[in-house]
């Protein structure tokens, strides 16, 4: 199995912070990785797909990057709807599909 | 705009079978060469791939759970199911199901609700 280690598990931060999440994977899995957005008692939200394509209606301040075994999620001026979980997940092949273990984005 | 709906019971009891359908409207299962797939995720922790179904009916199990589930689709009423044989406590989750996205097609873009099912005598 590709295991998915997402860091930090908590992150606290302000209104307009920029801020960053980084996911590695366990081995390449080149840009096949998904960024989810998970709300209290709803299910998750995609964000970016392809490693660093936003997928449509999602703001701009959210964006991605990475390839390999690293990537990153970045949101450039963190705004009140943005205090959720995110979640990465590799999508390299069905073998198996594996999320990582999330980070909490709280309001400092 | 495709919906996705999970339906069946919350409660089910140890070493018996949970079984849950999803239901999926507006728009139909063999419109696309998709995977439609089964998510869950226990209370207060992360998510975790069951499995997954073509709608030829090709599936992909989770090696981790592979052993007790069945995944299968029914095109004639536009609908796919899970069941998760011998469940223990363990087992206790909320359960999703989604479709893949039109280009990344083993990410999820639409997702059901959720039904939270519970695992106990």
């Known amino acids: 199995d590709i295991q998915m280690t997402q860091s930090p598990s908590t992150l606290s931060a302000s209104l307009g912070d920029r801020v960053t999440i980084t996911c590695r994977a366990s081995?390449?899995?080149?840009?096949?990785l998904a960024w989810y957005q998970q709300k209290p008692g709803k299910a998750p939200k995609l964000l970016i797909y392809k490693a660093s394509t936003l997928e449509s209606g999602v703001p701009s301040r959210f964006s991605g990057g990475g390839s390999g075994t690293e990537f990153t999620l970045t949101i450039s001026s963190l705004q009140p709807d943005d205090f959720a979980t995110y979640y990465c997940q590799q999508y390299n092949n069905f073998s198996p599909l594996t999320f990582g273990g999330g980070t909490k984005v709280e309001i400092k | 705009q495709l919906q996705l709906q999970e339906s069946g019971p919350g409660l089910v009891k140890p070493s018996e079978t949970l079984s849950l359908t999803c239901d999926v409207s507006?728009?139909?299962?063999?419109?696309?060469?998709?995977?439609w797939g089964w998510i869950r995720q226990p209370p207060g922790k992360g998510l975790e791939w069951i499995g997954s179904?073509?709608?030829?009916?090709?599936?992909y199990y989770n090696p981790s759970l592979k052993s007790r589930v069945t995944i299968s689709v029914d095109t004639s009423t536009n609908q796919f199911s899970l069941k998760l044989y011998f469940v223990t406590a363990a087992d206790t989750a909320v359960y999703y199901c989604?479709?893949?996205?039109?280009?990344?097609?083993?990410?999820?873009?639409?997702w059901g609700q959720g039904t939270m099912v519970t695992v106990s005598s």
């Open positions: 179904i073509h709608n030829s009916g090709t599936t």
């Open positions: 081995q390449s899995i080149s840009v096949w």
């Open positions: 989604a479709s893949p996205h039109s280009t990344a097609m083993l990410a999820f873009d639409i």
């Open positions: 507006g728009g139909s299962i063999i419109s696309n060469t998709y995977y």
